[in-house]
């Protein structure tokens, strides 16, 4: 990946490592599908409203809009649902570590499908950033595996998920970034609404301001202008790629927790987040060529 994108999977990291926190908080009034809808449905009203200020507009063809539902289930409805149903029993750190096993599953996953070429790199580098998951959150959010299986399975499940979703997302490399995170944003909507209608009566929940507000900011931070970035290192980087943004979250919610919560960088976090950057480092494969060019400088001679 070049500078750019590196940037954009940087940028991505940081607001989605933030959403974590913004649905704990929103869970602590309203149930699952609720906060989904919240997170969805205030998502796509700006992203409506910026896309037609910019002269673009949604597409008409049914085929796309059966794409743009697929993509919906697949990287919204679904993995949401199952994060945020996950986040009832299992901690915040223990929810990152599990999706942090989203790149390797897409490195297997992109390998058997066609899409990308496993090799000893990506598997290597992949297994040194998830050590540096475990590392980074610590071996007491393992201790709680037991009680919170389901917690746990629900999160795998939303990690197996969002692979898929990143494979099936390189057949809209031609529709423009803000157009594909509309689309999938009103179609995640149109099928939230119904089912958290149904199922939680979400009409009936008092909600305070402060929750108002984290859902707000995970709607139009963690969603709205998270999914442009995403659609867009989607089609410049790939799907594997892309998914090294899982690695990066438990980073993003370490210094959110010392800015917001006064909390301590430890030696560990600190060890975590340099195995976390080595593992990108072998993925990439640039900094170890570049290193293998380097050559002792034999211009120096002796008097």
Known sequence: MNAGEWGLLLSLSGLWGLSYLFQKIGLSELPVFSVVLARVGLAAVPLVVVLYALG?????????????????????????????????????????????TTPMMSVVLSHFLGEERMTVGRVAGVAVGLAG?????????????????????????????????????RRFRDVPPLVLSTGQLVCATAIMLPVAAFADRFWTYPVSGGVWAALLALAVFGTSLGYILYFRLLARAGPTNLLLVTLLVPIGATITGVLFLEEAITPTALGGMVLIFLGLAVIDGRPLAWIGKLKPDRRFTRP
Do not use: C, D, K
């Open 56 to 100: 673009q507009r949604l597409p008409t063809a049914p085929g796309l809009w059966a794409g743009f539902m697929a993509i919906a289930l697949l990287n919204n409805v679904v993995p949401f649902s199952l994060i945020v149903g996950g986040q009832q029993w299992i901690s915040t750190g223990m929810t990152a570590i599990l999706i942090g």
């Open 133 to 169: 998951l475990v590392v980074l959150v610590g071996p007491e959010a393992l201790g709680g595996f037991t009680l919170g299986l389901m917690g746990q399975l629900l999160t795998l499940g939303a990690a197996l998920s969002y692979t898929l979703a990143a494979i099936y997302g």
